[in-house]
């Protein structure tokens, strides 16, 4: 099968790639609210009354691991979103999301995780973080491989959805993905449930991004450019890599500290029992 030779080359050896803005992504709306600066080592997106800002990524991924950090709106954030994630396209898209909404000043950010496998979603986790993502830059990582997507914040794992194909739960691993990020007006939803709306005057609201890192398998028509080379083992540790006993308690310290929503514990939501991806080890 020609998907099972891809995976064999994707997990000899990823093709790195160390970040330059211009280079590696492209604006791809909001005039100009988003900026490549410094030589394309740091961009800007920006949001005001009339619009917000976004990128792509110029490359598609087929399995990596995907690094960026990010510098949240300061201040009073309230209903603004800044969206990084991984996705396809189409109605039957995969996606791995990483949104931030905004707050007032001096309350947390949520930070939302969400899952989609072959269109569907409705896997959502959040999050309080345990520093101000608006003081500094803060590494925001995404490890997907085979048989895991990894959520990860500064190094230390938050989220684990394992592929549970075996249940009948579909999992990413057919579609490849390019890299988003948006910042954009979510008032009518994203703070506190949209009572508290979007405050103008302090606008432009901007967020800041730097230092991304893909170690992934890139995908160009239709096949993948990740070399095979003696060197494979240095640079695709991440293509088997899971949740060692550390990285579990870290985890764990995380989910019952900092997380506030769990899809999995929403009885509400589903009353005849939680999905079958929710009963992982």
């Known amino acids: 099968m020609a998907l099972s030779l891809l995976l064999l080359v994707c997990s000899l050896m990823a093709s790195a790639s160390a970040g330059n803005f211009d280079q590696d992504f492209q604006i791809t709306w909001g005039d100009e609210r988003a900026k490549i600066l410094e030589n394309g080592q740091l961009l800007t997106l920006s949001l005001d009354k009339p619009s917000g800002s976004g990128f792509q990524s110029k490359n598609e991924y087929l399995f990596g691991k995907i690094d960026m950090q990010l510098k949240l709106v300061p201040g009073n954030s309230a209903g603004t979103v800044t969206a990084y994630y991984l996705s396809s396209q189409g109605p039957t898209h995969d996606e791995i999301d990483f949104e931030f909404l905004g707050n007032l000043s001096g309350d947390p950010y949520t930070l939302h995780t969400n899952v989609f496998s072959q269109g569907k979603g409705n896997r959502e ?55 988003y990020s948006s910042l954009w007006n979510a008032d009518d939803w994203a703070t506190q449930g949209g009572r508290i709306k979007t405050d103008w005057t302090n606008a432009p609201f901007t967020a800041s991004y730097r230092n991304f890192n893909a170690d992934a398998c890139i995908w160009s028509s239709g096949t993948s450019n990740c070399p095979s080379t003696s060197t494979a083992s240095a640079s695709s540790d991440w293509w088997n890599q899971e949740l060692d006993s550390t990285s579990q308690e870290r985890m764990r310290w995380v989910q019952t500290n900092y997380m506030i929503y769990n899809y999995c514990a929403d009885l509400k939501r589903f009353p005849q029992g939680p999905p079958p991806e929710c009963s992982a080890a």
């Open 125 to 179: 986790m959040q999050f309080h973080l345990w520093f101000d993502p608006t003081k500094d830059f803060h590494t925001y990582s995404i490890l997907w491989n085979p048989k895991h997507i990894i959520f990860m914040v500064d190094g230390i794992p938050i989220r684990d959805f394992k592929n549970m194909e075996s249940r009948g739960v579909a999992f990413p691993r057919n579609q490849p993905m390019r890299i």
